[in-house]
């Protein structure tokens, strides 16, 4: 493999891993959905896991990747309200996973960061 395509497969393999567990442990991801959406919340989980694996599937493929990598980024910001309600949600919840929670909100830049990277790259 390419040195150069070594980021966007990491990517699309993280996508698709992500994807994969929207729909194999679906009760984790419900949580992220905040109530004032229509519908259930297990078909967001659903939806959102649909949409992580397209745009891995994307990211993969090199005729795709530009485009991949810009939706990858747009996702990863899309997903940023989710984990900003974790968050508050976890304001109860003993140290550790609080700040686990609090943790990984400022995660979520190194991702974009990473997604336009593979985009200018693609």
């Known amino acids: 493999m390419a040195n150069s395509q070594r980021p966007a497969h990491f990517l699309a393999g993280a996508l698709g891993v992500m994807g994969v567990l929207h729909f ?3 009760k984790p ?3 992220l959905i905040p109530a004032s959406l229509p519908g259930s919340r297990r078909a967001w989980t659903y939806g959102s896991g649909v949409a992580e694996l397209a ?9 795709t990747r530009r485009l ?3 939706a990858a980024a747009l996702l990863f910001l899309g ?3 989710g984990n900003v309600k974790m968050a508050m949600d976890a304001s109860a919840a003993p140290a550790p996973q609080r700040a686990i929670a609090w943790g990984r909100l400022p995660l ?15």
């Open 29 to 31: 991801f419900d949580g």
């Open 55 to 63: 745009v891995g599937a994307a990211v993969a493929h090199p005729r």
């Open 68 to 70: 991949g990598g810009l």
């Open 108 to 122: 979520q830049w190194p991702l974009i960061a990473w997604a336009l990277k593979v985009r200018d790259r693609g």
């Open 24 to 26: 194999a442990v679906p």
């Open 79 to 81: 997903v940023f309200p």
